[in-house]
């Protein structure tokens, strides 16, 4: 009988893998923001923008305005957008919410 090779947690090799992957691409992402930052006229330093002119980075520290528009604005314009702190994206729940409600006639 052949059993799956599993880690600690259950879960198959390979979705450990995959996620191991994510890890180390987001580490190498966040330290590319971080350099870039750091590169950058101390003047002229904002702590956001975009790591190779496409993965959004916010490395300022998080306020709730900008939690409540990346995370539940119904106005906004896209689904997904920069995270409210770190590299990458989130979805915005509100502008889910407000699409669904739309589809639906609510």
């Known amino acids: 009988m052949t059993r799956k090779h599993e880690d600690h ?3 198959s090799k390979g979705a450990g893998g995959l996620r191991r992957l994510i ?10 923001a ?14 956001h923008g975009k790591v190779a002119s496409v993965v959004p980075y916010e490395l300022r520290v998080p306020t709730l305005e900008r939690a409540k528009d990346r995370l539940w604005n119904p106005d906004a314009e896209r ?17 889910v919410v407000a699409m669904v409600r739309q589809k639906a006639g609510v």
């Open 34 to 47: 971080v350099v870039k930052e750091l590169r950058t006229p101390e003047a002229e330093r904002t702590w």
């Open 23 to 32: 890890t180390l691409v987001t580490v190498a992402l966040t330290i590319a």
């Open 9 to 11: 947690g259950g879960r």
């Open 79 to 95: 689904v997904v957008g920069p995270r409210v702190f770190g590299v990458g994206w989130t979805v915005n729940l509100g502008k």
